[in-house]
């Protein structure tokens, strides 16, 4: 009898989704990921939880339908990690006309449920806070909701909950080399020794290392999909207001400039075909001033390629047909036969879909195991076991409780842990009883959760995945975290 019934490679998004739904269907699941949780384009997505307007402009609706349909979804089941915001489009005369924009938001209201977000709107930016932050040449600007999301957070908490399902999650374990017969038999390197693990069935979701997976480890033809990379820059806060601007770019992308844990702005994203090494995704000089260019276009307060802070990067696979890219295009294929195990190939895709992918995705499994039905889309993801417009009342009933958190001290952490925020907490009564401290925000005792709970094993772990205090930690802090690490005692 096989170890397992279903092995899973990858765990970005995609991998641990399958994880969650697998298990909790009742399947005995193993996730092998070489590095981190989320480490790839998972953790370099533009963080948006939306139908995406550029589908719409595309006449993608029954994609745009259930991009939202899915929007409400992850409303219901992350309320600590997806919040809705007012995205605004200020309106440019050298672009899409007014009445093409507010078409499309009107259209975009009614695929919508919105499950209480406000509807679009027009607002007049010389007397609205939206028009602040912007040069005055902008006279209207057009509001409607969607969300954005903690990507790499939302990754690690996907994954907590299939292992509290039974899922075993396996980090800095890499698969070498696969057998396959009326079973599969991996061969694995888990943290420097070589284990033999045998499953049922194989789910490859090796995110941008799909294709080299496929070839060099199950020696099976790799699919058919290209890999793009996908850019984007943080710089500082740009902005006082909440929303989410989207502009309409000289060459008819949509630029989106978010709050970005803050005191930064996320703007993004510049996307290209990519070829190389998926570990080393680098962003251009080119495309950084791209996007400032970008933003210096709308925004009154100017930016230059020195003001960037960090840039994300990430390669994500596409479907490539005709040599037109899409972001949000997938693949997903189901390989078996007589005497052949099954193998399932799951590549690209975007956040807002993910969980509705790896439903698909384990249900092609059902002529092979008995299993439950489907579950993922009302069962809340840990800590999210409130409504996502309680959020406010979450944050103050922490610092009821705890009266030595500062105001953004308390929401960082609901924000990231939502409920359980308490079990890190727990009878502390002053700071000092949080153990030694890395910074402002950063405490012993929430390292050894991160360690225990979430499987951060080295500082980047922690500072860019699990949380993004590695923007404002200081070297001093950075060692001192470094060191504890090692002997979180």
């Not at 309106?91 to 009614?110: F, G, I, N, V």
Request: hydrophobic share 45%.
């Amino acid at each position: 009898m096989a170890d397992y019934d279903l092995a899973i490679i990858g765990g970005g998004l995609n991998g641990v989704s399958i994880a969650r739904d697998a298990a909790g269907r009742g399947l005995r699941v193993i996730l092998l990921e070489q590095g981190d949780l989320g480490a790839g384009a998972s953790s370099a997505s533009p963080r948006l939880i939306h139908g995406d307007l550029a589908d719409l402009e595309r006449r993608h609706f029954l994609r745009v339908r259930s991009a939202l349909a899915e929007r409400d979804v992850w409303l219901r089941i992350a309320p600590h990690l997806v919040r809705p915001m007012r995205f605004a489009i200020p309106a440019h005369s050298d672009e899409r006309p007014a009445w093409q924009l507010r078409s499309w938001l009107l259209l975009y209201d009614r695929l919508s449920s919105r499950n209480g977000l406000p509807a679009s709107a027009t607002v007049d930016v010389t007397h609205h806070p939206v028009g602040n932050a912007l040069k005055r040449p902008f006279g209207t600007a057009f509001e409607y909701s969607d969300c954005v999301v903690d990507d790499s957070r939302l990754v690690v908490l996907t994954a907590a909950d299939a292992a509290a399902r039974g899922a075993v999650i396996r980090t800095g374990a890499r698969c070498t080399r696969a057998e396959r017969g009326r079973e599969w038999r991996l061969v694995t390197i888990d943290r420097g020794f070589r284990q033999i693990v045998t499953a049922r069935a194989v789910a490859n979701a090796a995110g941008a290392w799909t294709p080299s997976v496929a070839e060099t480890v199950l020696r099976v033809p790799p699919p058919k999909v290209a890999a793009m990379q996908m850019d984007q820059i943080v710089v500082r806060r740009l902005f006082d207001s909440d929303n989410v601007y989207v502009f309409q770019n000289s060459d008819g992308r949509l630029i989106f400039a978010s709050p970005y844990e803050r005191d930064f702005t996320l703007i993004g994203t510049a996307g290209h075909a990519f070829k190389g090494d998926p570990a080393i995704v680098a962003m251009a000089a080119n495309d950084v001033a791209y996007l400032c260019d970008a933003a210096n276009r709308y925004f009154r307060e100017r930016i230059e390629t020195v003001d960037v802070v960090r840039t994300l990067s990430g390669a994500n696979m596409v479907m490539n047909p005709a040599g037109r890219l899409s972001p949000r295009d997938g693949a997903m294929t189901l390989d078996y036969g007589r005497g052949k195990a099954p193998l399932i190939t799951v590549c690209g895709g975007d956040v807002t879909t993910s969980r509705l992918g790896a439903e698909r995705a384990v249900s092609k499994l059902t002529p092979f195991y008995p299993m439950s039905a489907r579950w993922t889309a009302k069962a809340p993801l840990p800590g999210g076991d409130f409504a996502w417009d309680r959020f406010d009342s979450e944050v103050d009933e922490v610092r009821d409780r705890w009266r030595f958190l500062g105001e953004e001290q308390a929401r960082r952490l609901v924000a990231a842990y939502g409920s359980n925020a308490k079990a890190i907490l727990g009878d502390a009564r002053e700071r000092g009883d949080l153990g030694p401290a890395f910074g402002p925000e950063l405490t012993g005792t929430e390292v050894r959760y991160l360690m225990q709970k979430e499987w951060a094993r080295f500082p980047d772990d922690i500072l860019w995945r699990r949380t993004k205090l590695g923007l404002t930690m200081q070297p001093s802090d950075r060692a001192a975290l470094a060191a504890f690490m090692v002997a979180p005692v």
